[in-house]
């Protein structure tokens, strides 16, 4: 059973009881202070002849009546009934003679115990529930006293759940990884050469490319305790709370040396000083400035590695970054093709996959993606093949998946008009017809009219293998293939819609790019206009410092309307050649919605630029 229970329970129980023992306690004081009679009153009684019978139980006196009434009384213990009454005039005789019956009870030592432990009792247990509060409050989950203590989670590192064997597609940043684990293992070899065990490691990259999976399979692999905490845990609305926990942390660490701190997320309470809204005595520096000297302080020489992740370094504290603190900084960047396929290879192990299944094709359909979009296609396909009733998952299951993750999932039961139906059929005819002609844009790989998310239709194109660089001619054949749609509905329909509002909005922010940041454009030159200011303390984007005249800025605006004019015009060109084409494709996605790159290249093989292809012009 759940011990935090039952001791709730007991608790509980000790409550009910204080209740009920001062209800008793009430109702016997009530019983004996109301309603009764004075020692005087009762011997009136007597003396009238209206007393049959009087009964002494215990200092207290049940007077019963001739007419069958009952009344109470209560006298006083220094003596006994008999003589309080001849106190008052009433002998024995008299009550002889009046035939009144006096019964006397012997003094019962349960009564008394009880009446005493009436009064003591809730008392006592008043105090047993205080001690069991504050006993409960020297825990760690008792926020209340507790709110100096670390609350990072450890794991001692004798049954690893991961290892460097659950991580790939990031070899590099392994290998940087296994000299630590390697130190933390054997420290005399490296101590015998002269050489100090790191202070930090700081694992830089974008979400979901494996930070804190790779710091877990550094805990797996030593076998070291390991302290896991976040960033923002350290931070409360109280002062001083967040340095006290970075004290107590490091002082837990210590104690378990040689061991590993990990804490995600250090963005949250590494910022860069001075920025903040509270100044130098904001709560959050406090932390920070403690956490600094815990780092690379005096006191310094215990076998603890920190490490830490981020996706925003570029915010971290200069202090926190120079060698003695993070000496080691380890980028985990997106996989290019081989270590998506071999991360496919970890997240589909021990799952039943079908005999078509590929994982080399899949790698190469999912560019830009990272381990945990990875993860979460396997996880779709198989969700689709379980929907499906089927055994296995099978290759049509996990390429559906991707356009799942990337576009979200089908809405079939969407209603719309044959008009509209229509447009978007030429709409992403047209983007199909021109990345199929434009040798510099990515092949198509499915065009579709089917609802996906928030776009009426898609069309899926994806590049034959992985890029670094951005080369110009492919970001002005980008810009003509989103244009496509619009084109498109312009000269099948000699009207525009608003589905092309989303490429306009892309077509404009690229073309504004390769002529503000990129250096892109003949007439403005190889030069960069603008600077990005961020609020460090928040860290996001409020504004761009201008460092250019007016007349610049106008001449910025003009070059980016003639970039966005002359790649719409370029598009228009290329479906009236191919007005054919577009028909033929727009038909098509009426009859079967859905075309794949094969039914595709057949009713529109690939144009090569020797033989009538239509290649972006070089100068912009």
């Known amino acids: 059973m759940n011990p935090v229970r039952n001791r709730s329970s007991i608790v509980y129980l000790l409550l009910f009881l204080a209740i009920i023992t ?61 003589e309080q009454l001849k106190a008052l005039g009433v002998t024995t005789e008299q009550l002889s003679s009046k035939n009144i019956k006096l019964e006397i009870k012997p003094p019962s030592t349960w009564l008394g115990v009880i009446t005493a432990l009436g009064y003591i009792l809730p008392f006592i247990i008043l105090a047993a529930v205080f001690w069991f ?20 989670r450890m794991f001692t590192g004798d049954q690893p759940s991961v290892t460097f064997s659950d991580v790939a597609g990031v070899e590099e940043a392994k290998e940087e990884l296994k000299e630590v684990v390697e130190f933390l293992r054997e420290p005399e070899k490296f101590i015998s050469l002269g050489a100090r065990i790191p202070k930090g490691v700081l694992l830089v990259g974008p979400p979901g490319t494996g930070k804190t999976l790779l710091a877990k399979a550094v805990s797996g692999e030593a076998g070291v305790p390991f302290f896991s905490i976040s960033g923002s845990e350290f931070v409360e609305m109280f002062v001083g709370v967040g340095a006290s926990r970075v004290r107590d942390l490091f002082e837990q660490a210590k104690r378990h040396s040689p061991c590993i701190i990990f804490v995600d997320e250090i963005d949250a309470v590494g910022r860069q000083r001075g920025a903040g809204l509270g100044g130098s005595h904001d709560e959050r520096e406090q932390t920070l400035n403690q956490m600094l000297v815990e780092m690379d302080g005096f006191d310094t020489d215990t076998n603890v590695i920190i490490m830490a992740a981020t996706n925003r370094p570029d915010i971290l504290d200069p202090a926190l970054m120079r060698p003695g603190r993070f000496d080691r900084r380890v980028v985990l960047d997106r996989p290019d093709m081989r270590g998506r396929e071999a991360i496919l290879k970890v997240h589909t192990k021990g799952k039943p996959l079908g005999p078509d299944v590929d994982l080399a ?154 002529v503000t940041r990129l250096g892109m454009s003949d007439q403005l030159g190889p030069m960069v206009f603008g600077q990005k200011e961020e609020l460090i303390f928040l860290g996001r984007e409020i504004s761009e410092q201008r460092d250019y005249s007016e007349s610049v800025a106008q001449e910025i605006d003009s070059e980016v309307r003639r970039l966005v004019n002359e790649a719409y015009n370029h ?39 020797k033989n009538g292809g239509t290649p972006m012009p070089v100068a912009v």
């Not at 509060?133 to 990072?152: E, P, W, Y």
């Not at 069309?459 to 002005?476: C, G, I, S, V």
């Not at 084409?581 to 529109?604: K, M, N, P």
């Open 361 to 514: 094709v899949l790698a190469r359909s999912t560019p830009g993606f990272v381990g945990a979009d990875l993860e979460n296609l396997v996880n779709e396909g198989a969700i689709l093949a379980a929907r499906r009733n089927l055994k296995t998952i099978g290759q049509p299951e996990l390429e559906e998946a991707i356009e799942r993750v990337i576009a979200g999932p089908e809405r079939k039961s969407r209603l719309i008009s044959e008009e509209e139906k229509r447009i978007v059929a030429y709409h992403e005819a047209g983007h199909a017809v021109i990345m199929n002609v434009l040798p510099q844009a990515d092949p198509v790989h499915k065009v579709s009219i089917i609802a996906r998310g928030m776009a009426g239709g898609y069309t899926l194109a994806l590049p034959e293998e992985d890029r670094t660089l951005m080369a110009r001619k492919k970001l002005l054949a980008d810009m003509v293939g989103l244009l496509g749609g619009r084109a498109a509905e312009e000269i099948v329909f000699d009207d525009i819609t608003s589905g092309a509002s989303n490429d306009l909005e892309r077509v404009t922010r690229m073309a504004r790019a390769m």
């Open 571 to 609: 598009a228009r060109q290329i479906l009236t050649d191919y007005r054919d084409r577009l028909d033929a494709v727009a038909q098509r996605l009426l009859e079967v919605e859905t075309i794949t790159r094969d039914e595709f290249e057949g009713i529109f093989p690939p144009p090569s630029p």
């Open 133 to 152: 509060v504050f006993r409960q409050a020297q825990g760690s989950n008792n926020a209340a006293i507790s709110f100096g203590k670390s609350r990072a």
């Open 22 to 82: 001062l209800l008793v306690v009430n109702f016997q004081q009530s019983s004996t202070t109301q309603g009764t009679l004075a020692i005087n009153e009762v011997a009136e009684q007597i003396q009238k002849g209206e007393v049959e019978r009087i009964v002494e139980d215990d200092n207290r006196l049940r007077i019963i009546l001739k007419d069958g009434g009952e009344m109470l009384s209560h006298m006083d213990g220094s003596s006994s009934l008999v």
